[in-house]
């Protein structure tokens, strides 16, 4: 059986949008999804502002791409990192893009590189605007990347009454189960979270203080579980389903 092919991928970080430190957390994260072939941050490196991405550069291979700001309150590295992200698009040397910032001036930019069959992973804050959101396949809030390394800042686990009053929370969980479910309403979880990837880009379990969509299903209690042996006989695959259609 052939492996599986590696992505290659291009990360484009904004500085001026994005703290340092936040670096370990991202390159963990964007090793799931392949290898990091480029990796450019992009702003003015004469300013003291950026003084912490400065020092972590040279540790993780970044390049750093200076970008004048020319008029003050205009972000000049916005159209620097479009420009080389449309380069880089059209080598057709790779598979996907990381762009991290919190600038919903990359909205256009990241459909633009869905539209031509590439993958597009979103790095930015909580406050990111929905419409960037909404544009990348998958969104990360950075917020989770530095609870990683910062234990201090961890974030907070939510109980069942809180994850139950999470009315768009429930409602992902139930309509994904829903189209991912047989006949019978059981669904297999792994179907269940790539149906929640498809309609929700920015969910991820570890926003509200779970590692794992397992984990979290089981915290919410509204989904009754069956663990079953999976294919290989040697581990199990777990199926939920709606406790509103037990008896049914």
């Known amino acids: 059986m052939a492996a599986e092919k590696t992505q290659r991928?291009?990360?484009?970080?904004?500085?001026?949008?994005?703290?340092?430190?936040?670096?370990?957390?991202?390159?963990?994260?964007?090793?799931?999804?392949?290898?990091?072939?480029?990796k450019r941050i992009y702003g003015d490196w004469t300013s003291q502002a950026l003084k912490g991405w400065k020092e972590v550069l040279l540790e993780h291979s970044i390049q750093p791409i200076q970008q004048f700001?020319?008029?003050r309150g205009k972000n000049a590295t916005d159209s620097a990192m479009i420009i080389d992200a449309m380069d880089l698009l059209y080598t057709g040397k790779f598979d996907g893009f990381c762009?991290?910032?919190?600038?919903?001036?990359?909205?256009?930019?990241?459909?633009?590189?869905?539209?031509?069959?590439?993958?597009v992973y979103g790095f930015g804050e909580r406050k990111t605007p929905a419409a960037f959101?909404?544009?990348?396949?998958?969104?990360?809030?950075?917020?989770?990347?530095?609870?990683?390394?910062?234990?201090?800042e961890a974030i907070v686990r939510k109980t069942?009454?809180?994850?139950?009053?999470?009315?768009?929370?429930?409602?992902?969980?139930?309509?994904?189960?829903?189209?991912?479910?047989?006949?019978?309403?059981?669904?297999?979880?792994?179907?269940?979270?790539?149906?929640?990837?498809?309609?929700?880009?920015?969910?991820?379990?570890r926003n509200y203080g779970y590692g794992k969509?397992?984990?979290?299903?089981?915290?919410?209690?509204?989904?009754d579980l069956d663990e079953r042996p999976a294919a290989d006989g040697l581990s199990k695959s777990i199926f939920l389903r709606d406790k509103r259609n037990k008896g049914k």
Request: hydrophobic letters at 45%.
């Open 9 to 38: 991928l291009a990360v484009l970080i904004d500085a001026d949008n994005t703290q340092a430190s936040i670096i370990d957390g991202m390159l963990a994260e964007i090793a799931k999804y392949g290898i990091a072939s480029v």
């Open 99 to 119: 762009i991290v910032s919190s600038d919903s001036d990359f909205t256009k930019l990241a459909s633009r590189i869905r539209e031509s069959g590439l993958v």
């Open 160 to 205: 069942t009454a809180e994850l139950k009053k999470e009315t768009r929370l429930v409602r992902l969980l139930r309509n994904a189960v829903e189209a991912a479910s047989d006949e019978s309403g059981w669904a297999h979880l792994a179907a269940v979270g790539n149906t929640i990837a498809k309609q929700s880009p920015e969910f991820d379990p």
């Open 69 to 71: 700001g020319y008029t």
């Open 133 to 152: 959101v909404s544009a990348c396949d998958k969104f990360i809030y950075t917020e989770v990347l530095r609870a990683r390394v910062n234990e201090n």
């Open 213 to 223: 969509l397992g984990e979290l299903v089981k915290a919410i209690k509204l989904f």
